[in-house]
């Protein structure tokens, strides 16, 4: 089981009027419910995290490890999409991993605020919980995908 994540909107939210905090590692600090929520999806799940984000060639994936697991996000695996060397958008990179490195039947899901991922193919949509960039990933949309992840069909609440 793969979590496709990205980081601003989902772990940091983007609020322009707030200056995000920094830790000591010289990346912004995580919102605390935000990261509840992903450690939940990965207690329940064993998912992997897939890095999505921008910033994924930023750091080696050993850093990245260390980086989540001081935020207290501890995954069995981390790994990160191609480095982005031709500036395709967060869609392309996606289909890009779908159509060449997903290994089939393997459970997904997508956790990002990019509203362009919209556009992705029906067969992958399903698959995307998408984040309200000033609030990040909350313990609802949590459910949303462990259910996912479980190929079971979400109900939801709302």
């Known amino acids: 089981m793969l979590i496709l994540l990205d980081i601003d909107g989902v772990m940091v939210p983007a609020n322009s009027w707030k200056k995000p905090e920094f830790m000591e590692d010289g990346f912004p600090m995580f919102n605390l419910n935000s990261v509840k929520a992903l450690q939940r999806i ?14 994924k060639t930023k750091y080696k994936v050993s850093q990245w490890k260390d980086l989540l697991k001081s935020r207290g996000i501890n995954p069995k695996r981390v790994q ?3 480095t982005n060397s031709l500036y395709v958008s967060r869609k392309d990179e996606i289909l890009e991993w779908y159509l060449k490195k997903h290994v089939p039947n393997e459970e ?6 990019d509203k362009m991922l919209n556009g992705l193919p029906e ?4 698959n995307l919980i998408l ?6 990933l ?21």
């Open 42 to 55: 990965i207690s329940e799940t064993n998912a992997s995290v897939v890095l999505t984000t921008s910033h």
């Open 80 to 82: 990160r999409l191609s």
């Open 108 to 113: 997904f899901v997508i956790i990002d605020d």
């Open 123 to 126: 067969n992958l949509k399903g």
């Open 131 to 136: 984040t309200s960039p000033s609030v990040g």
């Open 138 to 158: 909350t313990d609802d949309l949590a459910d949303e995908a462990i259910s996912i992840l479980q190929n079971r069909s979400f109900q939801s609440a709302r």
